[in-house]
């Protein structure tokens, strides 16, 4: 049999393992993994380990011992599973598996894995649950097709994506289960739509900014120092300074949707004076914190970015006699960017166009995912996010999947494997 003939054959066992591959995404949808604060971590592993081992794979259960968020009654429990094959390349599929808290507006369960109409419904099925299933399939597909791989696989399932991913692919980056020299490239089925490959993200910088002022009566606020006038004047100067300017910048990386091309700044949070709901004292409040979301585009880079926001720290403090403020920093993100060369983009590409029969498009996220991790910790630049799903429909109310996506993009990461081996 010939490479054209292998083909027919993966694709074929794809379709024949649609219902399998259903039930699988239903059965991890209905495992609630809630993140924060990390519910059902250990029982998601051992489901997505067991589906492993039923399936030949070598399985490990990783836990990332030593960090904070790693504690008896939320454990941080990771799964990787190997399928060995030639000595050639190590190709890596990653998901993770903790999901959004549910929200109000559903009109299904969130966490009843519901098949209706061609779809899958719960939170965390399209980001990234239905991913976990492709990927696993995929491979699955390979070994009932009776072909040979050239190299190994390897597929893990891993926590905190939602908040960082530090007790999760970054914990296997810097214990070295994912590194450069050991893993040849990596595959994330996050929900970027099957015809889309998403080579890299923007940068984040979140920031804290505490104002202080001086308590006094709330009858005589002339002899106090409002902390929130303080944050106002704070915020004023960011929406009619800073953020014209953020808009006006556009990156050459091809984030979608068309907004993320430019640089943004966002109000995640503020917290000052006294209790709105609680019982009213008339104070003059000396305290109030506001938390930002800065999202910044590779053409900007860290150092430029911050200095931007501690210039805007200086002029408010130049505007709020009295008022003192810090400036202190939450996380940093660096942007990442798959190199144009690499063989794991033209993998997909070559992959998608023999399934779906058209050539897909390249963009990349506006948020951060764990490419982040695989890039600068694990050192390993062959790294994309490929997956079933639309992104739009990521943390909303009646989260769905389309069961055609996932069985598409299954057969494309089967293909691409191969490809890549």
């Known amino acids: 049999m010939g490479p054209a003939a292998d083909t027919d054959r993966i694709l074929a066992e794809v379709d024949r393992a649609a219902d399998e591959i259903v039930a699988f995404t239903s ?6 993994t809630v993140n924060p604060p990390g519910d059902a971590y250990d029982v998601c592993a051992h489901a997505i380990g067991d589906e492993l081992a039923r399936r030949r794979f070598e399985v490990e259960y990783i836990a990332a011992d030593g960090r904070p968020e790693h504690t008896a009654a939320h454990p941080r ?19 993770h598996f903790d999901v959004v808290p549910a929200g109000n507006g559903w009109t299904v369960e969130p966490f009843g894995g519901v098949v209706r109409d061609g779809r899958i419904y719960g939170r965390g099925v399209c980001d990234m649950k239905a991913g976990i299933a492709a990927a696993l399939f995929a491979v699955e597909a390979i ?41 040849s ?27 202080r002022g001086r308590i006094a009566h709330g009858s005589m606020p002339f002899l106090g120092v409002s902390a929130i006038d303080g944050a106002s004047r704070l915020l004023q100067i ?14 050459a990386m091809p984030v979608a949707p068309p907004g993320a091309c430019h640089a943004t700044l966002n109000v995640n949070g503020i917290e000052g004076g006294q209790r709105v709901d609680g019982i ?8 109030c914190r506001v938390v930002f979301d800065r999202r910044f585009l590779l053409e900007e880079g860290f150092d430029a970015t911050r200095a931007e926001v501690e210039d805007l720290v200086r002029r408010a403090r130049e505007a709020s006699p009295g008022v003192q403020f810090e400036l202190r920093d939450l996380m940093v993100v660096h942007p990442v960017r798959t190199p144009d060369d690499s063989p794991v983009i033209a993998a997909l590409q070559s992959s998608i166009h023999r399934v779906l029969g058209r050539a897909p498009s390249l963009v990349a996220s506006p948020g951060t995912y764990d490419h982040k991790h695989v890039a600068r910790i694990a050192g390993v630049p062959h790294c994309v996010a490929y997956g079933p799903g639309e992104l739009e429909l990521a943390h909303q109310p009646d989260e769905y999947c389309r069961i055609e996506d996932i069985i598409n993009a299954t057969k494309v990461i089967a293909l691409a494997i191969l490809a890549l081996m």
């Open 238 to 251: 960011a929406r009619d300074e800073l953020m014209p300017k953020l808009a006006a910048r556009r990156t």
């Open 280 to 287: 009213q004292t008339p104070c003059v409040a000396d305290l």
């Open 143 to 183: 070994s009932r097709a009776g072909v040979r791989m050239p190299g190994s696989v390897e597929i893990s399932g891993t926590v905190d994506e939602e908040s960082g991913g530090f007790a999760g692919v970054a914990y296997l980056a810097e214990c070295g289960r994912i590194a450069k020299g050991r893993t």
């Open 27 to 32: 059965d991890l949808v209905r495992i609630p």
């Open 185 to 211: 490239a990596v595959i994330i089925p996050e929900p970027l739509n099957v015809d889309r490959i998403c080579i890299g993200h923007r940068g984040v910088y979140w920031f804290e900014v505490t104002a």
């Open 77 to 95: 429990v990771n799964v990787v599973g190997t399928r060995r094959g030639g000595p050639g390349p190590v190709v890596h599929l990653n998901g």
